[in-house]
């Protein structure tokens, strides 16, 4: 945040902040609850969902009984929204799938509660007719500098 917000607020740059609520206030790694609505009050980020744990859905698919893993999906898709809306009075309608995991019973129900678009870590620029529920993304990180990053970026029109 120390680093990050004066440089948005220099150059007016708008930013979507996908969080999972658990950890808002109890991780170390997290932002706490103060910090995301410092920035909210900016009018530069925006607060959205990446489910309310972050779970692996293929390992959850594998490991619970089809009912199970349908309410679990359901909680991790709804639970946020309705945490966000109460903690920051902001309505969430987009969705980063944690580990960029979707398939199309996600993608579904993610539909169904509410959400309009989701996005993926599926590494290439998004095209006409792609699918809203399953935006390709690119995943940057502090390594994702210099030519690695231009490689991210769209070639330039003549």
């Known amino acids: 945040m120390t680093e990050m917000l ?6 007016g740059v708008p930013v979507t902040l996908f969080i999972y609520p658990s950890a808002i ?32 859905f293929k390992v959850e698919k594998r490991r619970l009984a089809p009912d199970a893993y349908r309410k679990l999906i359901l909680t991790q898709l709804m639970r946020p929204r309705t945490v966000l809306s109460q903690k920051m009075g902001v309505d969430v309608d987009l969705l980063a799938w944690p580990f960029g995991i979707y398939d199309e019973e996600l993608l579904r129900l993610a539909a169904e509660s509410g959400y309009v678009a989701g996005l ?10 792609a699918s809203l529920m ?17 490689a991210m970026l769209p070639p330039q029109s003549p």
């Open 6 to 11: 004066p440089l948005v607020r220099e150059y």
């Open 25 to 56: 206030s109890n991780a170390s790694y997290a932002l706490t609850w103060e910090q995301l609505e410092t920035l909210a009050r900016t009018g530069l980020f925006d607060v959205q969902s990446h489910t309310y744990w972050h779970p692996n």
């Open 120 to 129: 993926t870590l599926d590494a290439r620029v998004v095209t006409a007719g």
């Open 134 to 150: 399953a935006l390709p993304r690119f995943l940057v990180t502090d390594g994702a500098s210099g030519t690695r990053f231009a």
